[in-house]
Structures are given as structure tokens and as C-alpha cells.
């Protein structure tokens, strides 16, 4: 519960924040995904998924979702949010602490982690790790927020969660929130002010909450000229979705370079997604060519600052991707589409250990081979595949010559691993017999014959003299041509 000081009003986005969740607004889908799951802990059946992570633009509603939940169910809310300390240590003393143990008074508890996005790899050190042991030992819900849940860091959170993704609020809504709060705080407003509200807020309702106190605190009043003299536009940063639909909509050079350098993701991958969406967004064959060539040419301005490192180059990259793009539609109408993912970068996450491997096996091979790991890569590796899966008994020797570990030889033998590994295993018996038969062997009584002894014993100490005489023949040598040399000078 929040504590005011005297003379201070309560923000308005927390006096109004939903109570319950049918408050939670135009978020029908994210509902549809959480409140099934969230009934499962519920009724003491654990999801396979035992956490959520609620994805979506700053004020659609996320925190405001899992606060309305606990409400209406009755749950005591733990939450960690951005402005806690969020390192290892931290999370297993508040938070994994109430995840696996019950309340004082039997009451159920949801844990909400806010923003895990942020959370840094300097200052809270060890925090992702620490979240992922929560989610395997938890005895109760847990629930994520995020605003860019895609980076590479948060894969291992993606595959243990339950993604609810929130879709950005539409001015329509945003008004009506504001329009019903001006009547419960009896405001005169202008709707065209609402309007004008929204629309600087971009879907963020909290930011246009924000803005409504401000001016209604200040002027008593809501309107239009007082409105466009003091909300401004808010630089917002768009999901790669957001940033394509802005950028297929743009009508002006300047909307669609604006699309492109406001998304959440970083040029390279922002370029991935345009190149997958081209062909879903554009009908016409000739559309189509001129956006790929305008995209190409970005790819080759980006090599080239990568090779030169000339950084003054990348405004013709973002020339070039974005309104190069959105300009290239001539024909083509507008459609509403579902943007898919950039199967390059869905490939690269399922072959990754599969790389992985293949690097480890390179790096192997080269310091054995005393060649580079790329030579190893294109001229050794094909082979070796081939014959892993053509000779398996060959290939079991090979394995066993060079070391290789089994992940090395799945990776090379493919279908035919177990095949190899069988071979291996025979092998190692074969090389382990016969050393385990001479520890266990039972010692022989016979003694051997002193004649064999004494041959044996005058044969050693015959090569001693025959090596002494030479090494002494060696000196008498030496002295000599050393006294030779003496002589003549």
C-alpha cells in the first residue's frame, strides 16, 4: 500500500489501476492464455510451464494484469520490480524464499518479477540464473514482465515460460479510460483533447494517465489549445512488429526512417525481419524487386562499415532499409498481415549446439593436425563425416586415436552413431583385457635355470666392457688430435 505525505494526492495511475480483470483493458488474448493457467495453480494442478512471461509495450497492462489476478483471487502479491536490486542473492532472499515457502496465514501467493528485461549483467550478476532456479523449485505462479523479450540473454527464460504476448492499446481505448476518469474526478474535457492525448501516448496508457492529472491539476480543465501547448510527442521505441507495420504504412521518407531507428532490436536483425515480411506485405512482382534491391543495397553499405569501420555510412543504411522499402510500393495496397519471425534467426537458435560441437570438434582437430580450425572445417570434416557414416569399425578407430567425444561422433557419424559408439566400446574391451588378465594372472613357482642366469647376466656385463673400451677409445682419440693441434701452432 502506498503511503502518502501530508498534502499529497494519490496518482491517478494507481488511484484507477483495475481492481479486477475484466478492468484490465483490450487484452482479450493475453487473458485467454493466463487466466487458464493461472486456475491450474489454483486448483493444485502445477502447469508444465511453471511460469509466464508477460511481453508487450511500455502501459499496455502487464503489471496491471497479474495485480488484478491477485486481487479478484485473493493472492498475496511478492514483486520484485525495476527499481529493486535484482542479483543472486537478492532473488533467493525475497523471492525464492516466498516461492517455496507458504504464508503465515495459509494464503496462496503469485510472484511477480517486473521487467526482467533490464535486469543487467553487471549490477545484478547471477540474476538470470538465480530466476531460472526459481521457476524449477517454485511452489507457486510466477510471472514475468518484459517490454523486448527476444534477446538472445532471455532464451533460456522463453523456453521455460509460458509467453502472453500484450498488443499495444488503440487511441479508441485510451480515450475511453481517460473520458471515464475525467467523469469520476468531475474534469471538463474535450474529447478532441483526449484524441490529441492518445495519440501523443502512442498506446501507453500510463503516459497519457500521466498527462491527464498534469493538465487537469493545473488548468481544472481539459482542452484542445491547452493540450497541443503542452503534451509533446514521446520518442517511443517500437517492437519489431510495431516497426514493420509503421514502416508498410509509411506514406513519407521521414515516417519510414523513423520506424526503422526506433524498433527495440538492432539494425542487423532489424534488416532479417524487413527481408522475411517483404513478401507478405507486397503483391506486385515489381514491388517487390525494387524493395529487395533497396534492402541489398543497405546490406552492402552495412559490409562495408563492418570492413572499414566507416560509421558515417549507416545513415544510408537506414536510407536504404527504410523509406528505400517503403517507397519501392507502387502497386501494391496496404494489407493488414501477420509478420512471421526471420526463419534465419529461428535456424540459428536450433542449430546452435549443433555449431557448437562443430566448433569444439575444429578446434580438436586443429591442434593435432597443426592446421587451422577453417582448414579443418572444409577440407577434414567432409570426410571424416563420410567415413563415420560409410565405415563404422574404421571410424571407431579414429575415436579412439584422436579422443573424440561422443558428442564428436554423433556429430560426424549422424544416423550411423550408435553403430561407431558400439565399435568404440568393443575396442576399449579389446585394449582393457589384457592388462586386467596379466594384474589377475596367479604367479608361476618354476624357477628359471641358473645356466639361463649366468648366460644372461655375463651377456650384460660383456656390452658393458664393449661400451666402456669405446668410450675410452673415444678420449685416447681426442687427446691425440688435440696434442696434434698444439704441435702445429
Known amino acids: ?78 514483486e520484485m520490480n525495476a527499481s529493486d536490486f535484482r542479483r543472486k542473492e537478492d532473488i ?11 504464508s503465515l496465514f495459509g494464503r496462496r501467493r503469485i510472484i511477480l518479477l517486473d521487467e526482467v528485461d533490464g535486469i543487467s549483467g553487471t549490477a545484478d550478476r547471477g540474476g538470470l540464473e538465480a530466476i531460472l532456479e526459481l521457476i524449477r523449485v517454485t511452489r507457486h505462479p510466477v510471472v514475468m514482465t518484459a517490454n523486448d523479450p527476444w534477446s538472445q540473454r532471455l532464451r533460456s527464460l522463453r523456453e521455460a515460460s509460458l509467453l502472453v504476448p500484450f498488443n499495444r492499446l488503440s487511441n479508441r481505448v485510451v480515450v475511453e479510460v481517460l473520458s471515464r476518469i475525467c467523469e469520476a474526478e468531475h474534469v471538463y474535457c474535450e474529447r478532441a483533447a483526449l484524441m490529441y492525448i492518445a495519440k501523443r501516448a502512442e498506446g501507453d496508457l500510463r503516459s497519457a494517465i500521466n498527462d491527464l492529472q498534469a493538465i487537469a491539476e493545473g488548468y481544472g480543465k481539459v482542452t484542445l489549445d491547452i493540450v497541443e501547448g503542452i503534451v509533446a510527442s514521446r520518442d517511443r521505441e517500437y517492437s519489431p512488429f510495431e516497426a514493420l507495420r509503421h514502416l508498410f504504412m509509411s506514406k513519407y521518407a521521414w515516417q519510414a526512417k523513423r520506424a526503422v531507428t526506433h524498433s527495440n532490436v538492432d539494425y542487423d536483425t532489424m534488416m532479417q525481419w524487413i527481408n522475411e515480411n517483404i513478401p507478405n506485405q507486397y503483391t506486385d512482382p515489381e514491388d517487390v524487386w525494387r524493395a529487395y534491391e533497396a534492402l541489398s543495397r543497405a546490406s552492402v553499405y552495412l559490409g562495408r562499415i563492418k570492413r572499414s569501420m566507416s560509421w558515417d555510412l549507416l545513415s544510408y543504411v537506414f536510407d536504404m532499409m527504410g523509406p528505400g522499402v ?85 556429430y560426424l557419424a549422424g544416423p550411423a552413431a550408435n553403430e561407431v559408439m558400439e565399435h568404440v566400446n568393443m575396442l576399449l574391451m579389446r585394449m582393457e583385457k589384457p592388462s586386467k588378465v596379466t594384474e589377475h594372472a596367479p604367479r608361476t613357482t618354476t624357477t628359471a635355470p641358473a645356466t639361463a642366469t649366468t648366460t644372461a647376466e655375463e651377456a650384460h656385463s660383456h656390452r658393458r666392457r664393449r661400451s666402456t673400451t669405446r668410450r675410452t677409445t673415444r678420449r685416447r682419440r681426442r687427446k691425440t688430435s688435440s696434442s696434434r693441434q698444439t704441435t702445429l701452432f
Not at 502447469?47 to 502487464?62: D, H, I, N, Q, S
Not at 526471420?342 to 575444429?362: D, G, H, S, Y
Open 1 to 78: 500500500m502506498m503511503r502518502l505525505l501530508p498534502g499529497e494526492r494519490l496518482p491517478w495511475v494507481i488511484k484507477y489501476r483495475p481492481k479486477r480483470i475484466s478492468d484490465v483493458a483490450n487484452q482479450e488474448q493475453a487473458k485467454k492464455l493466463f487466466i487458464p493457467w493461472l486456475q491450474s495453480w489454483l486448483r493444485g494442478r502445477i502447469p508444465e510451464k511453471k511460469a509466464a512471461l508477460f511481453y508487450g509495450p511500455p502501459g499496455c497492462g502487464k503489471t496491471s494484469l497479474v495485480e488484478a489476478a491477485a486481487h479478484e483471487y485473493k493472492l498475496e502479491l511478492i
Open 92 to 102: 533467493e532472499r525475497i523471492a525464492k524464499t516466498a516461492a517455496t515457502q507458504l
Open 326 to 410: 517503403a517507397l519501392a510500393r507502387k502497386k501494391s495496397k496496404f494489407k493488414w498481415v501477420k509478420y512471421s519471425f526471420p526463419q534465419r534467426i529461428v535456424m540459428l537458435a536450433r542449430t546452435k549446439e549443433v555449431r557448437e560441437v562443430r566448433e569444439a570438434l575444429a578446434a580438436h582437430l586443429a591442434s593435432r593436425l597443426h592446421v587451422s580450425k577453417a582448414k579443418v572445417k572444409l577440407e577434414v570434416l567432409p570426410f571424416l563425416s563420410i567415413i563415420f557414416r560409410e565405415r563404422p569399425d574404421y571410424a571407431a578407430r579414429i575415436a579412439i586415436g584422436y579422443g573424440l567425444t561422443e558428442r564428436m561422433v554423433k
